[in-house]
């Protein structure tokens, strides 16, 4: 006899050998008669209602408008908030609240500037590296030691109270890229407009970069190793390329062009 024969009509013997089943492992029931189920909407589709011409309210509604979520653009947003900063605080402010860069995520401080604002000359690094990123300083660790000899040679340093004699520093990144890579296009882009509005606000007689970074960001191309030492402009202003300070320790050969970049700042200053 088969087991629902057994039980018919006993519901507790119906539980038990279901319990019993499912200890089993029986988890899943399967009828005797196979059912199509690509058939069973067929099945239980209610019956065709009599065609009348739809009112109003019987109508379909309209598709729901999902709002499709503005794109941002960094750049614009970097433009915005550069324009609105109008004092060094202002922009450190602004950089500290800026957060379409990724580098940011990954960095310990904003590296926003160090020196004298009222400077004639202002230097533009690239990047913090791991030093500058911990101190929150721009050009602290051994790069940045040589660019303090460099300049001191020439009678420039950041710690100067007067204005003759100071520098004013600042990188066109504020933070720190992994691993010290170079800086992308799109994120020096980003920064552009922060960049310029640091040189408008310092207002500095000159402006050195040093390395490839800077010279892209403030003249649009690369090749410092052709454009270092030969002036030219950028926002109205004379802009001296140099080899950055962290060549010049792998390659100590190059010290002597980096020098005579020096002496041509020297005399430019003395005017
Ligand atoms: N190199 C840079 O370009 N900037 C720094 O601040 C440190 C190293």
């Given at each position: ?181 170079d ?28 390395g490839n970074t800077?010279l892209m ?5 690369r090749?410092i ?47």
């Amino acid at each position: 006899m088969r087991l629902a024969e057994q039980i018919e009509g006993d519901w507790e013997a119906a539980l038990a050998a279901l319990a019993w089943q499912y200890d089993c492992g029986v988890d899943e029931p399967v009828g005797d008669v196979a059912l199509d189920r690509y058939g069973l909407p067929e099945l239980v589709r209610p019956a065709a209602a009599p065609v009348t011409a739809p009112t109003e309210r019987a109508k379909a509604p309209p598709p729901v408008q999902i709002a499709e979520t503005p794109k941002i653009d960094p750049v614009a947003e970097a433009r915005h908030a550069a324009a609105l900063a109008k004092s060094l605080e202002a922009l450190r402010d602004c950089l500290e609240h800026f957060d379409h860069c990724d580098l940011k995520k990954g960095a310990r401080n904003t590296v926003f500037a160090d020196g004298n604002p009222k400077a004639r000359v202002l230097v533009l690094g690239e990047a913090p590296g791991r030093d500058e990123d911990l101190e929150g300083r721009p050009f602290v660790g051994r790069a940045g030691q040589l660019l303090d000899q460099m300049f001191a040679a020439i009678g420039l340093s950041r710690s100067s109270p007067d204005a003759e004699s100071a520098l004013y520093i600042t990188n066109v990144m504020p933070w720190r890229p992994p691993g010290n890579r170079d800086p992308e296009d799109s994120e020096i882009a980003m920064m552009r407009p922060f960049v310029e509005r640091h040189i408008s606000l310092v207002d500095p007689e000159v402006i050195v970069v040093m390395g490839n970074t800077p010279l892209m960001a403030l003249t649009g191309h690369r090749g410092i190793m052709r454009a270092r030492g030969r002036w030219a402009e950028a926002h109205g202003r004379p802009l001296l390329p140099m080899t950055h300070p962290a060549y010049l320790l792998r390659n100590p050969l190059a010290k002597r062009e980096a020098w005579a970049d020096l002496l041509t700042l020297q005399a430019r200053l003395r005017g």
